[in-house]
């Protein structure tokens, strides 16, 4: 019996999240490996639309999981919805993306079959029959090789960026049924009252061609201000933050950067003593180059940065500034 | 409301971690250990309701060998009531849904109306644990919990969701939250507190007197395994710029920027 | 009292002028009570959060204060209560975690542990030591919240390391039943907001006569402080004039006896000291760890400087003479909370050697940086100026090596007595052999449970112990009481003991650790032992072969010329 990897999508305004073609593209991998099959499912009140496009990208199957219940997110609306499809289909993989809404709900369905989640997993390999997927354990200083040993249903998702979507197919042609799904609305234990807006959005840091950001390692609110806000005058550039800047309140929520704050996909990004923590490296990853400057040339973002300068950001910055002035002038 | 609170111990932010022989995990000796981060705001969230409700127990609940007393204890300064140490050398080894299960039959003997984790530990990182508990014990949960009131015998619950926005909504109790740092600012123990805690119960009850086989928990009772574990592959593609002074490694990164990278 | 001294054994740095190493009382390395440390552990942390997110020290330094915000959280947080006993609201913190939370904190801000010390460590140690229940219940509670900030005010215009010459006077007013304070203090710390001062003064009349201690609260008729002093560091610190102009004080404020004023002030100095120690162990970590970070950042000639050798020679100084002076305050801490004693010798040395290692360590520091040592936008600066202080205050190192060593040499002192007397009395070799008993002649030997593995170290130990206690013989036996006056000789002795007695406990502390966690994982503290008592050694061997050299008269005249002359002596053509 060929193996089902089923992929549960994420949406968002009437939209496929980008993390959902992600893990599709992580299931093609596993199905092509094993001459298996992609199933899709989107839960929503009207999902066919979504699972055409999810089938046109590269799902052999989709299922729209219909429920005027599911018009909005709750945990237990799309529990319900996704254990019914798990045990009616027995799939040997259920991939997700990494977000919020996975590990707001993922390990409910999980938890149902005594099984844990392989999660936020940077890469996999296939060993004959099974799929061993790398997880980045200790904030990212190591990378694990991990194993599910249990019976199938397995379940993973995956980190933002490690399985480019760019290669799916436009035109796949995979299959759609819809089911009409069951829902105990006295399940929904949830019950939302709004999703709102935290803060202003005028701060839209993906339309900036140049985005200059800085983080803790500044030191003071002073010196944030005094460094980032030189550098991105001088390059004409928005100003975005790491996670702690602004829990330690140097600037408002809408300049934060990563997985809590905007995505970015700036031409230039710079990065002044900015650690790299991996909740701040998924929402720079679109950026077209990335300097780095810290003075640990051990620290994670490094990996990611196109150029970097190790050094003293309080030396380097005004440096820079003068650089591009002179260079500006010629 | 009896209100527990499940912590984990982590090495310190700042330890120099090496693999052990083995290379599928680290070596604990030596190290510094603390409270994991979203843990310590997990304590603070169940301080500050007993405190509002004026009324109640805060528990604290830990598993992990001899020396994750101390992340008892330090729970204890700042203020929880009373401690239960899952300590017994079968509860080890383990994942996430192991853990879990130990976790809910602790929150079943104590008949805890309000569970509370941490989102996520800084060292294995699965973030998962809680939302597993909830499942186990198939009550309501909300991961990323940015702020909690309590409201009519219901929760009402602001959850962080992505690009800066919140969802507010009403959970009924019993419940489970996974809190988000920063949801408060974390007291800092007092010496008073510090000293206090030593006289503080904490009980250590074994798998058989929570109602657990040992083949549901601990290393048997595991799924997830590690093969194995090595450093990240050194650095992507990163061009260091190597300057003995700033002013020149400047004017060559910009002028990388505008030749090479065309991007100013 | 008595009998319990007994008991114990004697100071450790006694067998090392007597050229016989008690290794029995100092091994294993004193570890604290698991509770303790565990407390310890806690509070350091809970200190650290609190700084990391609440302490600005070049604000502090910049301001010339420790805000009140400061002052009121470390109260909140317990801290200023550390010392005093748990029946009076504090934390009852033994010296190991009074020594431990104070390194922390001078390792944060220097101003801040002087700010603690005053209290603590001085301030309210005369009621802590001598203050009877009545006293210690009305006081203490408030200490420990830190309501009441303490200070300790001995010091005179006149009156520095000579306490005798105090001027300050209490005259006991019969009519009132009070005593009368008149005089001036100066550089008292925390003189600006301490509530509670412990007041040194000479006591006359009916009452008494004599040096006595006296409780003065701020608010009393008659007490004054002057402005804060403008210093070269601590400047975070409030250090004041203080002025009492029949000043009353009721006998139930008087502090043990009249009479006693001196030996309350001595004692509580001398336990104060150590603290001292630790907090300068604390400030050299700190710069040493400045110090690898520029050093490993900043390159010159494409390398990194760490790997340039007079650099390196700097950074494993800096950390080889941390560990040891660390070692020597823990080892000092760790025996007076085990066998429930006061070391005093040990403790001023342990001050002296930590604020001189201190001294080095800053000086090194700003060489490695460099240019931006000496900038005033950086840190370095402000390490430099906090550190000076160390070797001056709470007893300057000049008194303390003087009074240390004076103390050590009591008991070679008798056996040489008692050996000489053998010679007059014409009793044969045998009889001498006997009377020397206590000391010396032959060599020291190696501790038994120095391991092989630094065998080589515990040689050079004992070799430097030999050379060291022969040559105490041989000076007393020479000068005999006249070593009172010798103070070029005696400086060189009080050296090579300090660095002794800093072997001593790094070769406890090393070989404790092996024999707990076995060679491989004490690597690291067996590199530092190793560089540490090499240089020790020669450091010793230095002293003790510098003793009555040529040089002593050479220092003699040219003091005596430049006394005479008042400025440089000679012209260059």
């Known amino acids: 019996m060929s193996k089902k990897i089923l992929v549960v999508v994420e ?92 590990q707001d709900m993922l390990p409910l369905v999980s938890a149902a079959s005594g099984a844990p989640v392989l999660s936020d997993c940077v890469g996999v390999e296939i060993d004959g029959e099974r799929a061993v997927f790398l997880r980045q354990p200790y904030d990212a200083k190591f990378v694990a090789r991990t194993v599910d040993n249990g019976p199938a249903p397995h379940f993973a998702t995956l980190q933002s960026g490690a399985f480019p979507a760019d290669d799916l197919p436009e035109n796949h042609g995979g299959t759609v049924s819809t089911h009409a799904v069951e829902i105990d609305a006295a399940a929904l234990r949830r019950e939302v009252l709004e999703v709102r807006e935290v803060g202003d959005r005028t701060v839209d840091l993906s339309a900036s061609e140049v985005v200059v950001a800085g983080g803790r390692g500044l030191g003071s609110k002073e010196k944030f201000d005094e460094l980032v806000g030189s550098l991105a005058q001088a390059l004409g550039a928005a100003i975005g933050a790491s996670r702690p800047v602004v829990d330690s309140e140097w600037l408002p929520h809408a300049h934060q950067i990563g997985s809590s704050g905007q995505a970015i996909t700036p031409k230039l990004y710079v990065a002044l003593g900015i650690s790299g923590a991996i909740q701040h490296v998924v929402g720079i990853r679109g950026a077209q180059c990335i300097v780095a400057i810290n003075r640990d040339k051990e620290a994670p973002i490094f990996n990611e940065a196109t150029y970097g300068i190790v050094g003293d950001v309080a030396e380097v910055v005004p440096a820079l500034v003068a650089a591009i002035e002179e260079a500006r002038a010629q | 409301m009896k209100i527990l609170v499940c912590i984990k111990q982590v090495p310190d932010k700042d330890a120099r971690l090496v693999l052990d022989d083995a290379g599928r995990g680290i070596v604990q ?80 003997s104590e008949q805890a109306e309000l569970v ?125 710029i190597e300057a003995d002074k700033p002013d020149v490694a400047a004017r060559e990164l910009v002028e990388k920027l505008r030749r090479e990278a065309k991007v100013i | ?91 009852g913190f033994g010296t190991t975690s009074y020594c431990r939370l104070v390194e922390e904190m001078c390792r944060r801000d220097a101003s801040l542990s002087v700010f603690l010390g005053a209290h603590l460590s001085i301030g309210a140690k005369p009621l802590l030591l001598y203050g009877n229940p009545e006293q210690k219940a009305r006081y203490l509670p408030g200490v420990a ?49 301490a509530e509670l001062f412990s007041v040194f003064a000479k006591a006359r009349g009916a009452r008494g006569n004599g040096p006595g201690a006296f409780i003065v609260r701020r608010g009393q008729k008659g007490f004054s402080n002057g402005p804060s002093e403008h ?143 000496y900038m005033e936008e950086y840190p ?100 005999r009481r006249r070593i009172l006056g010798q103070q070029y000789t005696l400086r060189r002795l009080a050296d090579g003991a300090i660095q002794l007695y800093a072997m001593l406990a790094v070769l406890s502390r090393v070989s404790t650790r092996i024999a707990a966690v076995g060679e491989e994982r004490s690597a690291k503290e067996i590199l530092l032992a190793r560089r540490f008592i090499e240089e020790a050694a020669v450091r010793v061997h230095h002293e003790v072969e510098a003793i009555e050299t040529p040089r002593d008269g050479f220092d003699d005249q040219l003091a005596e010329l430049l006394g005479e002359e008042g400025r440089y002596p000679a012209p260059l053509f």
């Not at chain 2, 109640?56 to 239960?84: F, H, Q, S, Y």
């Not at chain 3, 740095?13 to 509770?35: A, M, N």
């Not at chain 3, 959060?49 to 600005?56: I, M």
């Not at chain 3, 005259?171 to 550089?187: C, P, S």
């Open chain 1, 11 to 102: 949406h968002e305004e009437g939209k496929i999240r980008r993390g959902s073609l992600e893990a599709l593209a992580a299931a093609r991998q596993l199905a092509e490996a094993w001459g298996g099959q992609v199933i899709g499912a989107v839960a929503a009140d009207q999902a066919t639309s979504l699972a055409e496009e999810f089938a046109r990208r590269g799902a052999d199957q989709v299922v729209a999981l219909e429920h005027p219940a599911l018009a909005r997110y709750t945990p237990d609306g799309y529990r319900q919805a996704i254990a019914g499809l798990i045990e009616e289909i027995a799939p040997e993989w259920v991939l997700m993306a990494h977000t919020y809404l996975a």
């Open chain 2, 29 to 108: 000796a030596d190290l510094n250990w603390e409270v994991n981060e979203s843990d310590r705001y997990a304590v603070e969230t169940g301080l500050r309701l007993k405190q509002t409700l004026g009324q109640g127990e805060v528990v604290v609940c830990t598993l992990g060998p001899d020396r994750a007393r101390k992340a008892l204890n330090t729970a204890l300064a700042m203020g929880a009531d009373r401690g239960i140490h899952l300590s017994d050398p079968d509860y080890r080894g383990g994942d996430p849904m192991t853990v879990a299960r130990v976790l809910a039959a602790v929150a079943r």
């Open chain 2, 116 to 240: 509370l984790c941490g989102t996520r530990s800084d060292d294995e990182g699965y973030g998962q644990t809680p939302i597993l508990l909830a499942g186990l014990l198939d009550r309501p949960a909300v991961f990323l919990t940015m702020g909690v009131e309590v409201q009519d015998g219901s929760l009402k619950v602001i959850r962080e969701l992505e690009a800066g926005r919140q969802e507010e909504s009403i959970v009924p109790l019993p419940a489970v939250l996974a809190i988000q740092s920063g949801i408060y600012e974390v007291r800092y123990t007092s010496l008073k507190g510090i000293m206090a805690a030593k006289r503080k119960k904490v009980t250590q009850p074994t798998p058989t007197e929570l109602g657990l086989s040992s083949d549901q928990i601990g290393g048997t009772g595991q799924r997830i395994e590690v093969l194995s574990m090595a450093p990240p592959e050194a650095g992507g593609h990163c061009e260091f």
């Open chain 3, 1 to 91: 009292m008595t009998d319990e001294k007994h008991a114990l054994p004697a100071p450790p740095t006694e067998g090392l002028f007597l050229g016989k190493i008690d290794e029995e009382s100092i091994y294993p390395f004193p570890e604290q009570d698991p509770d303790e440390k565990e407390i310890a552990d806690m509070t350091v942390a809970a200190f650290r959060e609190w700084a990391d997110d609440n302490l600005d020290s070049e604000k502090i330094d910049r301001d010339q204060e420790i805000p009140e915000s400061v002052r009121r959280q470390l109260g909140e947080l317990g801290l200023l209560g550390a010392t005093v006993p748990e029946e009076y609201e504090g934390a």
């Open chain 3, 145 to 193: 919240t830190g309501e009441t900030i303490c200070a300790f005010a001995l010091t005179e215009p006149g009156s520095g390391s000579d306490a005798n010459a105090m001027r300050t006077t209490a005259e006991w007013d019969d009519a009132k039943g009070v005593f009368r304070l008149n005089g001036n203090k100066i550089w008292i710390t925390n003189g600006s907001y």
């Open chain 3, 231 to 373: 210093k070269l560091g601590i400047r975070g610190t409030a250090t004041t004039e203080l002025a009492f102009q029949d000043v009353e004080v009721a006998p139930e404020d008087v502090i043990g006896e009249i009479g006693e004023g001196f030996k309350i002030a001595l004692e509580t100095l001398e336990t104060g000291r150590l603290s001292l120690g630790a907090g300068c162990t604390g400030g050299s970590k700190e710069c040493l760890k400045m110090a690898v970070e520029h050093a490993t950042e900043r390159t010159q000639f494409r390398k990194t400087i760490i790997s340039f050798g007079m650099i390196r020679e700097k950074l494993s100084r800096m950390a080889a003479h941390t560990y040891g002076s660390e070692s020597a305050v823990y080892l000092t801490s760790g025996l007076i909370d085990r066998d429930h004693r006061t070391l005093p010798v040990e403790a001023g040395y342990c001050k002296v050697l930590g604020s001189e290692t201190l001294w080095e360590v800053v000086n090194d520091t700003v060489q490695v940086v460099g240019g931006i040592g």
């Open chain 3, 380 to 479: 370095y600066q402000r390490s430099l100026r906090d550190a000076r202080i160390n070797l001056i205050f709470e007893g300057t190192n000049e008194i303390l090596r003087l009074s240390g060593t004076l103390e050590a040499l009591k008991e070679p002192s008798h056996a040489v007595t008692a050996r000489l007397k053998a010679e007059k009395a014409g009793l044969g070799a045998e009889g001498l052999e006997q009377a020397m008993g206590a000391i010396a002649g032959q060599a020291a030997t190696v501790p038994r449970w120095v391991p092989e593995v630094i065998a080589v170290e515990g040689e050079c130990f004992a070799a430097a112990v030999t050379a060291f206690s022969a040559k105490v013989v041989d000076v007393l036996r020479r000068h």
